[in-house]
């Protein structure tokens, strides 16, 4: 998936999402809190969120009552992040380096972040920071295709090599590659669920993806033409501003630390 050395998936996680946090932050959906009560099945845990973003998913730890460290290595990331959760702590660091001490927490949430990772290398750090009886927890909310149209419209999304290369729901990227070492046998939960968009941001969404971040201008306005075309032939009638009901499927992973 990437050519930085083992371990340290910093340069092209960082270059990636260099730019762009407040795309991300409007147009990315939040978590249901069904998800975020099964990744941490305890109450007023110490909880790292790695690869936290803009804090989608750390706000709704905060909102649980958990004591939260966001893990983020994107400055322009981290900014959005401290203004969306204030007072949370922040770090710039990575899931293969996140400077926390030994068996420091209950819970490492990984919010769409997971398939970024060097496997054995975060592995090792989990299995340093996470407590026995803890949890390794991963989380992915991708859209529900099973409506016709938005398979039709995912499917101009990721009209591109690059783009299926980089899917994140695909299982031999992201779904199938368990923690490493001392942690159990997956616990999956999936929550099926929709909330309102325009159709102007529809279009938009594929900006916040990583393979259209990484392409090039020209390669970037093709693909978002191809998904402007394709959200008119879905909608003719429709203006910008109108808004659709898009349905998501999240899907939860969770790995208990054992002794």
Known sequence: MTDDPPGDRRPRLVGTFA???????????????????FCVPMRNAEVVDVGAGTGKFTRSLVAEGHRVIAVEPSADMRSALALAVPGVRVHDATAERTGLPDG???????????????????????????????????????????????????????????????????????WERPPRGAFGRA??????????????????????????LEA???EQQALLGRVRDRVERE?????????????????????????
């Open 104 to 174: 420091s927490v209950d819970v490492a949430t990984f919010a769409q972040s997971w398939h970024w990772t060097d496997v054995g290398a975060a592995s090792a750090e989990l299995q340093r920071i996470v407590r026995p009886g803890g949890y390794a927890s991963m989380v992915w909310t991708m859209l529900d295709d099973g409506a016709p149209w938005v398979e039709r419209v995912q499917a101009a999304m990721h009209s591109t090599e690059r783009a299926w290369q980089r899917l994140p729901g695909a299982k031999e990227v992201a």
């Open 235 to 259: 909608f003719p009638t429709g203006r910008e501003e109108d808004q659709v009901e898009l349905p998501y499927v999240t899907t939860c992973l969770r790995y208990q630390r054992l002794p």
């Open 187 to 212: 616990e999956r939960h999936t929550v099926a669920w929709s909330g309102p968009i325009t159709l102007a941001d529809l279009v938009a969404l594929v900006t916040t993806r990583s393979y259209y």
């Open 216 to 218: 090039t201008p020209d």
């Open 19 to 37: 730019t762009g946090a407040d795309r991300y932050e409007r147009l990315r959906p939040d978590y249901p809190l069904e998800a975020v009560r």
